[in-house]
């Protein structure tokens, strides 16, 4: 069985009883209205003792519901909101109801350590994305057993730690569109996974925060990605006078749910710059769907503050300056229109629908390669040495196992040189750690129909 935190359940409890107190003046209104009426005084009675144990057995049935070993998730994501203590239901140790079976194999040249992801059952539809639960976990890659893990009321498609022996995942509160969740919060936590702090970008007139990705900073601001709705004729490209599109937004937000920078991309995109297959699908579209022609999934800080962000519709990365917002540099493969580098070494000239761009101490860049726009396309995981003065991106490290993902994934350069790859959304999905050779030496997978969108080492950041 599920057990609730004490707080939730003395939370749980105050609703119940100001619910009786409410039934109670209800009742006594009726009783004031109907004074004199002696036709309906019985009819007064009755409601007087029933109003009251009709809501103790819908509390208890509520708590009944939550506290299942087979929850139905509407219902918890109908109860969550009655508190911000009822997102999570805590679980013990031992592997929780409906815990996807995982298995794991290890080999010598592992990195020791755990391994941090996300897994949630595949929804019929995009729309019931959010009242999907799913769990956060943390496995020890060695032994396979569970260091810590969580099952939430909704969709979390990120855990990863944190600096100071903190955590952080996201929770979808609603899904807007496929592949972009809408009305998203991020939770940073300790090591219990206590939620310490919360971000999201409720304010944000016309989108909200987005899961792609979350870069918790220095100074306890985070960086966030945003979707953001705009009306615009798209006539040019084939589509309505009154299109809708998905504008890309990233912020920096405080704890206290305060914006302190924020980058609009709808003032340094160019809709004309997406490449045609995708514009074909997108912005064709007629109200009131919305095109997705962006497609942000990640963020990276430069050691000045300027930000790395993969845009995976226009297969590019720009690095954008903070002060000034403006785009300092692109680069990206034959798909990208404004990339500005000379790309050597790469037999297919650059990425296509990247994910997960990472910046590691050297200077290179790590990025996840989808593939989706080559013919025959092999996903792979790539590293580019960039020299910003000469305009060059040399690539000086790839790997694939030969499959293809047409969305997620991810890639993390470890301690040891190894390399850390989570192979998105395959039928059984897969994460792997591989060696500078492509040797691999960790394997974990999890069963059919679930999906991992990201992995992390657990002790990279602690």
């Known amino acids: 069985m599920s057990t609730l935190s004490t707080q939730s359940l003395l939370?749980?409890?105050?609703?119940?009883?100001?619910?009786?107190?409410?039934?109670?003046?209800?009742?006594?209104?009726?009783?004031?209205?109907?004074?004199?009426?002696?036709?309906?005084?019985?009819?007064?009675?009755?409601?007087?003792?029933?109003?009251?144990?009709?809501?103790?057995?819908?509390?208890?049935?509520?708590?009944?519901?939550?506290?299942?070993?087979?929850?139905?998730?509407?219902?918890?994501?109908?109860?969550?909101?009655l508190h911000p203590q009822f997102r999570a239901l805590l679980e013990p140790a031992d592997p929780p109801a409906r815990f996807p079976p995982i298995e794991q194999a290890a080999s010598a040249g592992m990195t020791p350590g755990t391994v941090l992801f996300s897994t949630y059952t595949t929804p019929r539809r995009t729309a019931?994305?959010?009242?999907?639960?799913?769990?956060?976990?943390?496995?020890?890659?060695?032994?396979?057993?569970?260091?810590?893990?969580?099952?939430?009321?909704?969709?979390?498609?990120?855990?990863?730690?944190?600096?100071?022996e903190r955590y952080s995942y996201n929770v979808i509160d609603r899904e807007g569109m496929e592949g972009a969740g809408i009305?998203?919060?991020?939770?940073?936590?300790?090591?219990?996974?206590?939620?310490?702090?919360?971000?999201?970008?409720?304010?944000?007139?016309?989108?909200?925060a987005d899961l792609h990705d979350f870069e918790l900073l220095d100074n306890g601001n985070a960086l966030l990605l945003?979707?953001?709705?705009?009306?615009?004729?798209?006539?040019e490209f084939g589509g309505p006078i009154d299109g809708l599109v998905w504008d890309t937004v990233i912020a920096e937000r405080t704890p206290d749910g305060e914006t302190v920078w924020l980058w609009d991309g709808a003032e340094h995109m160019d809709l004309a710059d997406v490449p045609a297959p995708i514009a074909d699908a997108q912005l064709t579209r007629s109200p009131p769907a919305v095109a997705d022609y962006a497609h942000p999934n990640s963020l990276e800080l430069f050691d000045d503050g300027d930000v790395l962000v993969?845009?995976?519709?226009?297969?590019?990365?720009?690095?954008?300056?903070?002060?000034?917002?403006?785009?300092?540099?692109?680069?990206?493969?034959?798909?990208?229109?404004?990339?500005?580098?000379?790309?050597?070494?790469?037999?297919?000239?650059?990425?296509?629908?990247q994910h997960d761009a990472s910046l590691l101490d050297d200077g290179t860049i790590l990025l996840f390669d989808n593939g989706n726009l080559r013919t025959d396309p092999v996903s792979r995981v790539v590293e580019y040495a960039v020299d910003e003065q000469a305009m060059t991106a040399e690539l000086v490290w790839s790997h694939d196992d030969g499959r293809f993902t047409p969305i997620m994934g991810s890639a993390e350069r470890l301690g040891t040189g190894n390399t850390l790859i989570s192979w998105g959304q395959l039928h059984d999905p897969v994460i792997t750690?591989?060696?500078p050779e492509g040797d691999r030496v960790f394997t974990l997978s999890v069963p059919p129909g679930q999906l991992v969108y990201r992995a992390y080492q657990g002790d990279a950041r602690h």
């Open 310 to 353: 993969s845009i995976r519709h226009y297969d590019c990365l720009y690095r954008i300056d903070r002060p000034t917002g403006d785009i300092v540099w692109t680069l990206g493969g034959p798909n990208c229109a404004d990339n500005d580098f000379d790309i050597s070494g790469d037999p297919h000239d650059g990425p296509s629908h």
């Open 226 to 235: 945003a979707y953001r709705r705009r009306q615009v004729d798209l006539r």
């Open 433 to 435: 750690e591989v060696t």
């Open 128 to 164: 019931d994305m959010a009242f999907h639960p799913s769990f956060i976990i943390e496995i020890d890659k060695a032994t396979g057993d569970i260091a810590r893990t969580q099952r939430m009321y909704a969709g979390a498609t990120m855990f990863q730690p944190e600096p100071g």
């Open 11 to 81: 939370s749980l409890f105050a609703v119940a009883v100001l619910g009786l107190v409410a039934m109670g003046l209800a009742t006594w209104l009726v009783r004031v209205a109907l004074r004199g009426r002696s036709a309906n005084r019985r009819a007064v009675a009755a409601t007087t003792a029933l109003l009251p144990a009709a809501l103790v057995v819908v509390v208890i049935g509520l708590l009944m519901a939550v506290t299942s070993d087979t929850p139905n998730p509407r219902v918890l994501a109908a109860v969550s909101r």
């Open 183 to 208: 009305e998203v919060t991020h939770h940073v936590t300790d090591d219990r996974l206590e939620v310490l702090a919360s971000y999201d970008l409720d304010d944000l007139e016309g989108g909200d």
